[in-house]
T-cell receptor, first 118, second 108 residues
Framework: GAVVSQHPSRVICKSGTSVKIECRSLDFQATTMFWYRQFPKQSLMLMATSNEGSKATYEQGVEKDKFLINHASLTLSTLTVTSAHPEDSSFYIC??????????????FGEGSRLTVL | GQNIDQPTEMTATEGAIVQINCTYQTSGFNGLFWYQQHAGEAPTFLSYNVLDGLEEKGRFSSFLSRSKGYSYLLLKELQMKDSASYLCAVENDYKLSFGAGTTVTVRA
């Protein structure tokens, strides 16, 4: 099946710094990528939808200036957590679809990135 | 809005069958997914239902009733490795909304 790679898998940073997480589709062109956040023992919450070559669409309550998303190519989307604070500590997961939406019946997830802000 | 409910926890013995129910009330519906997630890992795809009825895939089956806003995931011949969280997710307008997940513990 299709592979989505996410990097780094784990990052620890100091409060106030910025962290970039990369999401790559390795064997298909991802026109749409989704970024999720998951706090411990909670479900995945969609943060934003990223379309190649256009601005990301953010879900209600997600600060677009804090969570910068760039989808510059069909194989790469990045999420930058700017001025990270301890409450941003979470598991961030990307997923990718090769078509307009997940109507293929499958959405491919990256391995996830665990961010810890000290 | 989206409201997706599933039980928090379930426990079963190895070799048994467990059924995880999911009810949903969403503003739109394009399909329902089930994912398995082990602790600290990303979810992996299990099944997708868009029409009413039962979809069987090996030891896992998923059922959907759109009129009732109801789905279930059936796990047969449980194995220890099936201990995980199972997430029900509804697709609407190309986005997935997830339930909180059901933690299944398989005991020997």
């Amino acid at each position: 099946g299709a592979v989505v790679s996410q990097h780094p898998s784990r990052v620890i940073c100091k409060s106030g710094t910025s962290v970039k997480i990369e999401c790559r589709s390795l064997d298909f062109q991802a026109t749409t990528m989704f970024w999720y956040r998951q706090f411990p023992k909670q479900s995945l919450m969609l943060m934003a939808t990223s379309n190649e070559g256009s601005k990301a669409t953010y879900e209600q309550g997600v600060e677009k200036d804090k969570f910068l998303i760039n989808h510059a190519s069909l194989t790469l989307s990045t999420l930058t957590v700017t001025s990270a604070h301890p409450e941003d500590s979470s598991f961030y997961i990307c997923s990718a679809s090769g078509l307009a939406g997940s109507n293929t019946g499958e959405l491919f997830f990256g391995e996830g990135s665990r961010l810890t802000v000290l | 809005g989206q409201n997706i409910d599933q039980p928090t926890e379930m426990t079963a013995t190895e070799g048994a069958i467990v059924q995880i129910n999911c009810t949903y009330q969403t503003s739109g519906f394009n399909g329902l997914f089930w994912y398995q997630q082990h602790a600290g890992e990303a979810p992996t795809f299990l099944s997708y239902n868009v029409l009413d009825g039962l979809e069987e895939k090996g030891r896992f089956s998923s059922f959907l009733s759109r009129s009732k806003g109801y789905s279930y995931l059936l796990l047969k011949e449980l194995q220890m490795k099936d201990s995980a969280s199972y997430l029900c997710a509804v697709e609407n307008d190309y986005k997935l909304s997830f339930g909180a997940g059901t933690t299944v513990t398989v005991r020997a």
